[in-house]
């Protein structure tokens, strides 16, 4: 039977017009973002822009859950408050990413495995300690010419399913990322094929191991265009495909798809979301657990100036509700410029 705060926790995690925050870069990531505004990638520069993503004013009225990254669920805010805390204070649920990255798959070239499963049950019932309530694993399926293989998908699925499993037994709620990635020029057509067949995997490995469906939720990519294919699909067709591939293969039982953003601009993953959200209802809530896409704006307003601190909030604020908007399908364009 499935444990009840299980499904409690994804539920609040796809509550009514909120959405998460993928914050969880790790120190690699963290840095490459960083570099990209000019800033040093230092334990407390680290700090100091992630409480200025938690601490923002009102959006914890869109913002339902923050994954966190293993420095900063042990880190405290710049009022001292530990980071879990502070995020429960304001009614946003603490999570963590426990995988440790996609490492070259053996005899698969251009492809990954991620890893991470050792010690994984010692390291979730820690993650539990600090305040984690949810989880998330990431794999990454590549689309080339020849890939991706089976070997890269059926190994993922396995990894995802494991991990899954350990979430669960460990009482956190696993968010399963498989994500099909958006590089290269790949047709709308392609990406559909492999994201049906990624997710048919990832569903069967879960069933084998156990895994309740009511206590996960979902993060796929959406179904796209490659980014550099000569052809894009629009929003329409993006939403249209989307549904269609998910209403194949997701069952019911999975309270909820949490999108990542992927790549794409900032408002076209909004506008994305709001299109599908437009299209229901569905069996599943359909909401986002982006990273780029939320904290895009609020990096480049930063600069790692603390006079431009509130700035950064507000764009923060301003995207999170955005989001929040497209989850009901009441998002329009033209309120981009409303930014407070
Ligand atoms: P993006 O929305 O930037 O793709 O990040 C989401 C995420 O958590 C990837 O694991």
Same mark, same amino acid.
């Given at each position: 039977m499935t444990d009840k705060r299980l499904v409690d926790t994804a539920r609040a995690m796809v509550a009514p017009n909120r959405g998460i925050l993928a914050a969880d870069e790790s120190s690699g990531t963290i840095k490459k973002r960083f570099d990209s505004?000019?800033?040093e990638s230092t334990e407390e520069?680290?700090?100091?822009?992630?409480?200025?993503?938690f601490t923002a004013p009102g959006v914890e009225d869109y913002i339902s859950g923050v994954i966190l990254y293993d420095e900063t669920i042990r880190q405290s805010g710049l009022d001292g408050t530990p980071f879990p805390k502070l995020?429960?204070?304001r009614g946003i649920i603490?999570?963590?990413?426990?995988?440790?990255g996609a490492k070259d798959l053996p005899f698969a070239p251009g492809e990954t495995i991620t890893e991470g499963l050792d010690g994984l049950r010692e390291r979730l019932a820690e993650y539990a300690e600090l305040g984690a309530r949810f989880t998330k694993w990431r794999a990454v399926i590549t689309i080339g010419p020849s890939i991706p293989s089976y070997a890269c998908v059926?190994?993922? $699925?396995?990894?995802?399913a494991r991990y899954a499993a350990l979430s669960e037994e460990a009482g956190l709620v696993?968010?399963?990322?498989p994500e099909v990635l958006m590089d290269g020029d790949h047709t709308i057509d392609r990406c559909d094929e492999v994201t049906k067949f990624t997710l048919q995997q990832v569903f069967e490995q879960l069933y084998y191991q156990r895994v309740s469906l009511e206590g996960m939720c979902l993060k796929p990519n959406m179904v796209l265009s490659g980014k550099g294919a000569a052809e894009q699909a629009g929003?329409?067709?993006?939403a249209e495909r989307s549904i269609a591939c998910f209403r194949d293969v997701v069952p019911s039982a999975v309270p909820g798809i949490v999108f990542l953003s992927g790549g794409q601009s900032d408002e076209d993953a909004t506008a994305h979301l709001n299109a599908m959200n437009q299209m229901g209802p569905h069996p599943w809530e359909l909401s986002f657990s982006y990273g780029r896409a939320?904290? $895009?704006p609020a990096l480049k307003a930063w600069k790692g100036d603390t006079a431009k601190v509130e700035a950064a909030k507000k764009a923060f604020a301003h995207r999170a509700k955005m989001n929040g908007l497209a989850r009901t399908g009441s998002y329009k364009p033209d309120l981009e410029q409303q930014v407070a």
């Open positions: 505004i000019g800033v520069t680290r700090r100091a822009y992630r409480d200025l993503l995020l429960e204070s603490p999570g963590i990413k426990v995988d440790l059926s190994t993922n $699925a396995h990894a995802l696993p968010i399963v990322e929003v329409q067709e993006v939320l904290q $895009a």
